[in-house]
């Protein structure tokens, strides 16, 4: 098949047909042309970053990512993500955007690839291997039926848990009581971040990047949820909305050390749920480590259901 590989022109049709390749390679994760836009605009500046496209008869039907990791920082090392449409698939369109993704980043002497699967893609999960990838770690997918959840199974939880001094706020809320509010949440997430299981060094954001990512359509500060015990915040749990489905993602769910097995983690989720339910969503995304067997223990407790797990694969390309 002849292909045109171009730059990728960050202009209103580049990002429209990126949003209808990535979306029919991924149908169950929908992203809009703006969805994708505004989350360039949030790329955290110390991190390369490239886009490729492959086009057939003027028409892009691939598109090729490379770029480093801005929660594991190092500039030799890069996250890799190849989408084609599925309809033309088996004709080399992925090996030649990963060729020249790798001849574009060859200066920069990469050290390491990362590039994530679904268990179920069987065929790009060969492609990978066949490039030199190899299983790093794996993340569980699920989801809850919001309609269907049973808040009497957990009727009193987030009381007792209150009861204990412990108080919920939205994000809402806090932002207008506490001056220091986003300083203090960062900080929250940063030290949460710490315990989570990570592949790499974890490279937290700055408080100027970090705080980006709070802003646009997608962010809602009623379902950011924060537990504050004596006026030190404990902990959070967060729901994010998308423009092309009424299904709300989980971002981050986490206790501070001094405060786990005291119920806060999932009186947390709890209030999410309850937000949800409230909206009308009909389904919450959420994902973890393999190995977070906490979290995975809470959200299989509130009857989240298992979806195919996601393979997180390498390919070390030189020694550090």
Known sequence: MPLHIRPFAGDEHDYAAMAAVRNAAYPEYPRTADELREQDGKRDPRCFALRLVAEHDGTIIGVGNCGNMSWMFHPQKFELGVYVHPDLRRRGVGGQLYDHLMAEIAPREPISLRHGV???DQESLGWAAGRGFVESHRAWESRLDVAAFDPGRFAGHVERVMAGGVAIFTAAELEARDADFWRRYHELDVACIADEPSPEPQTPASFEQWRKYFTGPNFLPDAHFLAVVDGQ?????????????????TGFTAVRREYR?????????????????RVGAPIIITDNESTNRGMLSINEALGFARQPTWIFLVNRLRSE
């Open 118 to 120: 679904r268990e179920d």
């Open 233 to 249: 915040y404990a902990g959070l749990s967060s729901l994010w909305r998308r423009e092309s489905t009424p299904n709300l993602d």
């Open 261 to 277: 097995r005291r119920g806060i983690a999932l009186a947390l989720k709890l209030r999410a749920i309850d937000y949800a339910k």
